[in-house]
């Protein structure tokens, strides 16, 4: 199939379905009302089934219902209504459950405003529900990323049974770009008979799989913490990902920035480079597992005096960068929030004037 | 090399179908392309814009603070972008609507009456295609032909509204001659 011209959120619902995940529960908030819209017409002729909940609590343990009987299920939600899906995430979680959660990111806290943000870096990346859980994050920076994200985010999801978050910001859900499809996957979730919870007739079993969070033996649910944490540390040994940016030049400062403002990054290195000044940038494609190692040597190249965080909120992401870079170098934030985002022309600014 | 061209104007005007029509038309050309909709708080009737960045290689930021043209349908919208267009950009003004002009004398402004030259040809909701035709005239961003060849399939499903369309776009490159 050749390239059609998508707008995001039309995009990532399509993507599920070719995904081969036919259930979708959501209720509607901007800036990502469009998957829902897009998907309320598509699903139905596709054989699936389009919900609207009642509520975003709601659809939460919606989802969790019918990971729990082994069908491949996702939602979409921006940022206020993520929080409200926070406590069925933990849930799911806890319960090792694959499922794909859509946060097309907008400015906060509270209600605060539609425009593209990032400051859902923190509640994605971090938990954002209670106990000890990751959910693996991916943040798209195009229409076409976050396309191939979706498609690939449910065999991710059933490869760790985990739910996966997409954090794409307002803008990723809102603009259009050509985009080009995979092909479809057509196959059942992976491992399902050794989960799911849908009956034992249906896979021949005399052993019922039981689907649950509460553990309430100390030995337990200790054991249980651990065996999630080895799920997070596999995350970071095999699915890592980012993308670099003029790396191979001698560069003198590193920006480590994702999503949209990756992008704005990216014109400002370009033009930067123009006038002699090379900076690199290292584009984190998975938040979590955050690509610790590879921006600590990013950062340890002799000519690189300084680290930048560039981001679409108050700071949050330096806080990884600073992790990463172990106080080998000094580490920036620079941002904006509520629907400003920083130019290119501001970008190189501030490197100048850091240089 | 990369270009933008911003359209603004009221809603309902068909602001966002003639940004798309044009990214579309570059897409197709075998150009990277990226439609951006204004979509903030905005009240019925209020303002509506779209930037359009066409480019041969991948696009960066798409968000534009400069558009290199601007396709300015109503007032407001051109006292707005007027002064962010780009040096040596066109500035095409739908002059049905706007009686002032842009007060810059380092861009190509080109005054065409959009909304009327619509209703002659049977509908004053086909301004939006006069005014990109016009656009496309006079800066040859994508290929006229290409552009006819968009428009024929973006009203594939409603087809008696393709002559109407066509019979635009011709107006549109005639007026920006």
Redesign the interface.
Known sequence: MG?V?MKGNEAIGEAAIRAGCLNYFAYPI??QSEIAEYLSRRLPESGGVYLQGESEVAVSYMIFGAAGCGERVFTSSSSPGISLMSEGLSYIAGAELPCVFVNIMRGGPGLGG??PSQADYFQATKGGGHGDYHLMVLAPDSVQEAVDMVMESFRLAEKYRNPVMIIGD??IG?????VAFRDELKSEPLNKDVWASNGMSTRNSKTPNLVKSLFLSPEQLNAHNLKLKAKYEQMAREDLRFETYNMDADYKALIVSFG?MS??C??AI?DLKEEGIDVAMLRPQTVFPFPEKAIYDAALKKECKIVLSIEMNMGQMVEDVERSVKGQRPVEWYGKCG?E?P???EIQELVKSRL | MQQEVMFAGFGGQGILSAG?IL??TA?NEGL??????S???EMRGGTAYCTVVISDRA?????I?NPLHLVAMNRPSLEKFAPDVKKNGIILVNSSLVAIGSGRDDVDEVRISATDIARDIGDARVANIVALAALVGRSRIVGTEDLINTVKAEFARKEKYIPLNLAAVDAGFAAAS
């Open positions: 390239k011209l901007t800036p539609i425009l307002g803008l809102q603009m259009m770009e050509p949209t992008r704005v990216r014109t370009d629907g985002i130019t290119p022309e | 798309k990214a579309q897409m990277e392309v990226a439609w951006v909709p979509y903030g708080p696009i960066g930021s798409p968000i603070k």
